[in-house]
């Protein structure tokens, strides 16, 4: 049997979490270690180009796990919530009817929640959900996203906002161009372009436009954050929350064992947790086996709608369609 025809509705699992906070990993793994597929939620990955700045999965990265809704659209193409619904309906069918795992992934909530809960909640009636909420402490998420708009830039962001640079009348409310990390750009570039700045005063400009995505990076993460505890408390939502804040706290002091950190802490109890979900239908996917090796003493931890243990004090700024 497959994972769509056994102990009653399909199975699917959704990771959802704030900006950096590890989704893709996650998803990843989940689906390498369960014969699944990734179908990207993520609003601006969804479209072509700009890579880095939307730091989007590499090849490398995807390891051979196929992706679904990953640069299908136009860089200045609309894709709307409703489209996504649609879109990301069928590609589950797909993954479901080749008897595999499909595995939501992305920080675009407004589309994960069209998906689940649109078109009358014909997909949450249809399909037994589980939600992995991967979330960590803000301070430390806040740390950690700042480190990795550095390393963006380190990698090539400012040649590559370069090369998509539309001119000095671009409209950023469009397509990829409504990425974090275009518009905070903008200015620097038509100085640069125009020639009307000095070399110092166009580092200054650049340090501006960086710390700017990353203040934006911050409140999106805010915003996804507040979303998902608001999904959370709704019917027919099992959502888990699993905690990266010692990873990132592993990160931030330079310890070398972060990875075996992510291992214990955050890899251990989502791959109990989805064995869980997913028996006994594990049983009938080929290569996959039901054993506890590597699992001993993990134990999942469930938050019941309504009750889902968050961090306290976070300040939320409104960023559409988070």
């Known amino acids: 049997m497959e994972h769509g025809a056994v102990a009653g509705k399909p199975k699917v699992v959704f990771v959802l979490g704030a900006t950096a906070t590890g989704k893709s990993k996650l998803a990843i793994a989940l689906a390498e270690r369960f014969n699944g597929e990734v179908i990207n939620a993520d609003k601006i990955q969804v479209h072509?180009?700009?890579?880095?700045?939307t730091n989007k999965v590499t090849e490398e990265e995807q390891g051979g796990v196929p992706h679904h809704l990953l640069s299908v659209r136009h860089p200045d193409a609309d894709f709307t919530a409703e489209e996504f619904r649609r879109e990301a309906a069928s590609a589950v069918a797909r993954v479901l009817s080749a008897g595999r795992?499909?595995?939501?992934?992305?920080?675009?909530?407004?589309?994960?929640?069209?998906?689940?809960e649109g078109d009358g909640a014909a997909f949450r009636a249809a399909h037994d959900l589980l939600f992995v909420w991967v979330d960590a402490e803000q301070e430390l998420l806040e740390w950690y996203a700042a480190l990795r708009v550095d390393e963006m830039v380190a990698r090539g962001l400012v040649s590559e906002a370069?090369?998509?640079f539309?001119?000095?009348g671009v409209d950023y409310n469009h397509g990829v161009r409504r990425a974090i990390g275009l518009p905070e750009m903008h200015a620097y570039l038509v100085a640069e372009r125009e020639g009307v700045a000095g070399e110092a005063e166009l580092a200054a400009?650049?340090?501006?436009?960086?710390?700017?995505i990353k203040d934006n990076t911050f409140r999106l993460a805010r915003t996804q954050a507040e979303k998902i505890r608001r999904l959370s408390t709704l019917d027919g939502w099992d959502v888990r929350?699993?905690?990266?804040?010692?990873?990132?706290?592993?990160?931030?002091?330079?310890?070398?064992?972060?990875?075996?950190?992510?291992?214990?802490?955050?890899?251990?109890?989502?791959?109990?947790?989805?064995?869980?979900?997913?028996?006994?239908?594990?049983?009938?996917?080929?290569?996959?086996?039901?054993?506890?090796e590597g699992n001993a003493g993990v134990v999942a931890t469930a938050a019941p709608?309504?009750?889902?243990?968050?961090?306290t004090g976070d300040v939320v700024t409104a960023v559409a369609d988070a």
């Open 205 to 212: 400009m650049l340090e501006r436009a960086v710390r700017e």
């Open 241 to 292: 929350r699993i905690d990266v804040t010692p990873v990132f706290a592993r990160k931030a002091d330079g310890t070398e064992c972060h990875e075996l950190t992510w291992k214990k802490q955050v890899w251990e109890p989502c791959e109990e947790m989805v064995r869980a979900f997913l028996e006994p239908s594990l049983t009938a996917v080929p290569g996959v086996a039901v054993t506890e």
């Open 48 to 53: 072509d180009g700009v890579p880095i700045i």
């Open 166 to 168: 539309g001119g000095a």
């Open 305 to 311: 709608a309504g009750d889902v243990v968050v961090p």
């Open 162 to 164: 370069r090369a998509a």
């Open 101 to 116: 795992l499909p595995v939501v992934a992305g920080g675009s909530n407004t589309y994960i929640e069209a998906l689940v």
